[in-house]
């Protein structure tokens, strides 16, 4: 089935996919059908802005990303930026240029992704606009969320001696991008030949439906910690860490022993013959948190299940460096998504 | 000279593009360098955001459009959807997704546009994300502002025998593209004719500069007039009439002889053959202001300087219709930009 989007027109296509959005956070006043959203957020509250840009051929691969998919990620990453902030997404808006090739039908699926994230994260639809691309599909989110007003958490606040925690485990979305790149000329091949991912459906959740950590800023909202740095881990944990490192005018030591990686990583990577710390360090699109907390936290953030220690700041002079198992150092470098550098 | 973005990288890119911006508004805690950017507003203030997805080759030309104006412009527009909710614009987020095409010289080019423009209205530039893109030039641009909590005026308030008023005049920015088309051929070829625009600068400035209107709405409140509705024109006369009337179930009668329109604009139409009337009702991208007042403004209203009454709002049975000089009435259709129809 297929309708073609000329035949809704942009106000009809906006009316069919925005149907029956309800507005579910008392800071959104007035969604869809404005020239602006209207919110409200009470006086404590600081309100945090994210915003992503997503190209095809750049960001996604739509041979092996399903749409519907792509709309909850897309979500989802934005969410993503907000606890990184130490806060709580509220509204998004969606915008989306669309070719020729696509129907009313792929809107709809991806629609149906956004909705679902949206739905599952408690984060209202306020805004969108759709309008037409020469070529490919381009996604923009922008995302809004709140946050107590001593409580907003930057990259700038890591403190010698500070602990360095992340949430999950890393490196497993890589490795599925590699194992979707893989099999992708399988996907547009023979239709006889399945591609093979038993064993690594892991792999690929991590890749094509990630999550992002509330439960990780709730537990720690719990424990009453507030980390004295934070980011989200998109481009890997190396580059992140140098970005906490210089705005926070501080080194850090990590070990590599403690990085968290899951099986099906590592088996994966023993299969591509492929370094696995340099995926876990590197890889990205992990969206799991790094985080830094005070020693005096130890015993509290230790507790907490799915959070581990990897390291500790330490003066500027030091720099920043993983020390391996067998007690080298070596310095940290971002080869993390870039996608300006790369392509 | 061309330095080509591969030589900064994302990170390096950004960092120079960003170097120097201020933040001037209150309510702009924290701009770029963060996952997020940190907004603080009064709770007496509602929060407007709105946002807009612009794609090379449908929203704009670069064959004519210098970089500098559009990077003007996309903040322009962006800041024209909030003054047409009665607020006032604060902060902007900038993202680009570029092809190998464009080097860093052109993204300054952009972003000096944007600058101007935000420093024109005292706007802060508090977000970003450079990325790239397979072909062309992708700009996503979200604007967030404030307006007093009773203050915000929608669509949907507009009641039956208010007056229906337009700032400025319509039509230029459709006739200063239809003139940028004709001429297009003689920028792309030979160099030893220049494109003729004497006479004409007026419908350029209108296309290429547009100007969001800041005043009108100073000037509204200083007379102490809330607009039952507004809308900023973008997509055409005819067009915003119909959604203000659809979303506030009434109809409405324009007339003709009341339509602003510029001399230029005139001369323009008739050069080129077309039905004056229809350019100023259906051309878009005006970016003027029309709303609604009760007819108990109408003395206020009619002394400002820069306003038009053009009619006014009937029983939504009478539908929308313009009133031509020999009386006759002709029903409003959207036959306004409207990209997803036409490509």
């Not at 909850?72 to 930026?81: H, I, L, T």
């Not at 490192?245 to 013959?273: L, W």
């Amino acid at each position: 089935m297929r309708t073609e989007i000329s035949t809704l027109g942009e106000f009809g296509l906006i009316a069919h996919l925005t149907k029956g959005i309800k507005l579910e956070n008392e800071s959104s006043k007035y969604g869809i059908g404005d020239d602006a959203a209207v919110l409200s957020y009470p006086s404590e509250k600081q309100i945090l802005v994210t915003t992503d840009l997503l190209m095809e051929g750049v960001h996604f691969d739509l041979t092996y990303v399903p749409l519907k998919h792509l709309g909850y990620k897309s979500a989802v990453v934005n969410f993503s930026d907000i606890y990184a902030m130490n806060g709580t997404p509220r509204q998004i808006t969606i915008s989306l240029a669309l070719s020729k090739r696509f129907c009313v039908e792929d809107i709809e699926e991806f629609y149906a992704g956004v909705r679902l994230a949206c739905q599952q994260y408690h984060v209202d639809i306020v805004g969108g606009d759709t309008s037409s691309s020469l070529t490919g599909l381009a996604i923009s989110i922008t995302c809004i969320g709140e946050a107590d007003k001593n409580k907003v958490v930057y990259r700038n606040g890591a403190k010698e001696t500070d602990l360095i925690c992340v949430s999950g485990d890393l490196g497993a979305a890589y490795m599925g991008l590699q194992l979707l790149e893989r099999e992708k000329t399988v996907l547009k091949g023979e239709k006889d030949i399945q591609p093979d991912f038993s064993g690594k459906e892991y792999l690929l959740e991590r890749q094509l439906k990630p999550e992002a950590r509330k439960d990780i800023i709730e537990k720690l909202a719990a424990a009453n910690i507030i980390p004295s740095s934070m980011m989200d881990i998109s481009d890997g944990l190396s580059s992140e860490l140098l970005h906490i490192c210089k705005q926070s005018n501080a080194g850090c030591r990590i070990y590599e022993e403690h990085i968290p990686i899951d099986y099906q990583t590592a088996v994966m990577a023993e299969e591509f013959n492929m370094n696995l710390t340099t995926c876990a360090m590197n890889g990205g699109e992990d969206y799991e948190l790094v985080f830094t907390v005070s020693i005096a936290d130890y015993d509290k953030v230790s507790q907490i299940e799915g959070i581990r220690l990897i390291g500790h700041i330490t003066k500027p002079e030091l720099g920043c460096a993983l020390v391996t198992r067998d007690g080298q150092e070596f310095e940290l470098r971002a080869q993390g998504w870039n996608a300006l550098r790369k392509k």
